[in-house]
């Protein structure tokens, strides 16, 4: 009876913790020319940023905060600041938001948490630089050049021309021109890179297998490294151990290195 009761304690624990929530929703918008620039700095939510046909970028953000009394979550809905800016070539948005809760909060009844969801439109051809520490990442805008990185979090990114994308926590999804570097701690890799000369880049995963596609016809070299797991590769250039494999793909090029500890790589065509 006992194991039970915990067992239901441990159960409405979480719904306990956050009785009340509110939400504010708001929205701007900023002359945004094609190759200008977009910076978002969150640290608890998600980024979604969409092509649109005008030269105009328009955010939507969603500030949700969750306390143990409706004064605790309207408090930290005010304390968190969204700074949105119109720089130089550009927009510029900050979050700060307020000290998380801790159990001792929540013992006296002042616990709170706030969550801040974005979606933006712009044109293509923007440069982004967009960062979240517990949120995730998703990205459709052609022609763009983009710098994703979030701790906690998946990456999406679509259509890009040029893309870095990090993340400790979860899973990358891209399909882009070229890319710089592709990194995951604990998740898989899955992308497409479709220029015909592909530049340097590095793509590596802890723990997560790295699924890459190239067009039949690109110029470059590959490395492939791995501890624990398989490489499977469809360019017959490509040889070697079965930990280690590389070659020079219809004569070579700039290299793209290949890298996962736990996990397999698996490189085909498109």
């Given at each position: 009876m006992k194991k039970i009761i915990f067992g239901i304690m441990l159960f409405l624990f979480p719904l306990l913790l956050f009785s009340a929530t509110l939400t504010e929703n708001f929205s701007k918008e900023f002359p945004f020319e094609k190759g200008n620039r977009l910076s978002i700095e969150n640290v608890n939510g998600n980024i979604t940023v969409e092509e649109w046909d005008k030269n105009i970028l328009r955010i939507e953000v969603v500030k949700t905060a969750k306390g143990t009394n409706e004064?605790?979550?309207?408090?930290?809905?005010?304390?968190?600041?969204?700074?949105i800016?119109?720089?130089?070539?550009g927009v510029s948005v900050k979050v700060q938001s307020p000290?998380?809760?801790?159990?001792?909060?929540?013992?006296?009844?002042?616990?709170?948490s706030v969550e801040v969801a974005f979606r933006v439109f712009l044109p293509q051809s923007a440069r982004m630089q967009l960062s979240s520490v517990n949120g995730s990442?998703?990205?459709?805008?052609?022609?763009?050049?983009l710098t994703a990185e979030t701790v906690n979090?998946?990456?999406?990114?679509?259509?890009i021309k040029l893309l870095t994308?990090?993340?400790?926590?979860?899973?990358?999804?891209?399909?882009?021109?070229?890319?710089?570097?592709?990194?995951?701690?604990?998740?898989?890799?899955?992308g497409s890179?479709?220029?015909?000369?592909?530049?340097?880049?590095?793509?590596?995963?802890v723990n997560g297998s790295i699924t890459l596609r190239f067009k039949d016809k690109a110029s470059f070299s590959l490395s492939l490294?791995?501890?624990?797991?398989?490489?499977?590769?469809?360019?017959?250039?490509?040889?070697?151990?079965?930990?280690?494999?590389?070659?020079?793909?219809?004569?070579?090029?700039?290299?793209?290195?290949?890298?996962?500890?736990?996990?397999?790589?698996?490189?085909?065509?498109i």
């Amino acid at each position: 009876m006992k194991k039970i009761i915990f067992g239901i304690m441990l159960f409405l624990f979480p719904l306990l913790l956050f009785s009340a929530t509110l939400t504010e929703n708001f929205s701007k918008e900023f002359p945004f020319e094609k190759g200008n620039r977009l910076s978002i700095e969150n640290v608890n939510g998600n980024i979604t940023v969409e092509e649109w046909d005008k030269n105009i970028l328009r955010i939507e953000v969603v500030k949700t905060a969750k306390g143990t009394n409706e004064s605790s979550a309207k408090e930290a809905l005010a304390n968190a600041q969204v700074d949105i800016q119109a720089v130089k070539s550009g927009v510029s948005v900050k979050v700060q938001s307020p000290k998380s809760w801790s159990f001792f909060s929540w013992l006296w009844g002042s616990g709170s948490s706030v969550e801040v969801a974005f979606r933006v439109f712009l044109p293509q051809s923007a440069r982004m630089q967009l960062s979240s520490v517990n949120g995730s990442i998703y990205v459709n805008v052609k022609e763009s050049e983009l710098t994703a990185e979030t701790v906690n979090g998946q990456i999406s990114a679509n259509g890009i021309k040029l893309l870095t994308a990090t993340t400790v926590n979860g899973r990358i999804d891209f399909d882009s021109e070229n890319i710089i570097k592709i990194e995951s701690v604990n998740g898989a890799i899955n992308g497409s890179v479709l220029s015909e000369k592909p530049r340097t880049a590095s793509v590596e995963a802890v723990n997560g297998s790295i699924t890459l596609r190239f067009k039949d016809k690109a110029s470059f070299s590959l490395s492939l490294e791995n501890v624990n797991g398989s490489i499977v590769c469809d360019f017959k250039e490509v040889e070697g151990t079965k930990r280690e494999k590389s070659g020079d793909i219809n004569g070579g090029g700039e290299t793209i290195a290949v890298e996962t500890v736990n996990g397999s790589i698996e490189v085909t065509t498109i």
